[in-house]
């Protein structure tokens, strides 16, 4: 089955947010402080459910960067893999592409997403934390 492609959304975190920690673009770095960072998200519910989402953040204050493949892998045996659509990315910008959200289970330790960003030819990997847990009110 092949994974559908989705476009990206505004991304907004509570407690039921597992990132990892955010990766330097290796394509996009000019200084420092003006870079495309990345990172592996896991939400969780309390109904036994989960997505993987790849959170893309442009720090560069003037500049945007144009986003040719993202790549959403999770629990893929489930469906939770995605392509995420090319996108521009505007200066100062933080916007998510969302896998869906998939049956794993109550109580249940979904596997670490991992996801892929294509930037100017280069594509990078981040992977997300392993702690995450799906809600155990029975």
């Known amino acids: 089955m092949a994974s559908d492609t989705v476009g990206w959304k505004t991304v907004s975190t509570n407690s039921n947010w597992y990132c990892g920690a955010y990766v330097d673009h290796t394509s996009t770095f000019i200084y420092p402080s003006y870079k495309i960072k990345f990172k592996a998200c896991t939400v969780v519910n309390n109904s036994g459910g989960a997505q993987a989402v790849l959170v893309v953040q442009n720090t560069h204050l003037t500049d945007g960067y144009y986003m040719e ?12 893999d995605v392509w995420c659509a090319p996108s521009n990315l505007s200066a100062g910008m933080t916007r998510g592409c969302y896998g869906p959200t998939v049956p794993v289970g109550k109580c249940y330790h979904p596997i670490a997403p991992k996801v892929e960003l294509k930037i100017k030819g280069n594509t990078d990997v981040a992977y997300g934390r392993t702690d995450a847990e799906t809600g155990c009110d029975f």
Request: a positive charge; proline letters at 0%.
């Open 69 to 80: 493949m993202g790549r959403v892998v999770f629990e893929s045996q489930r469906g939770g």
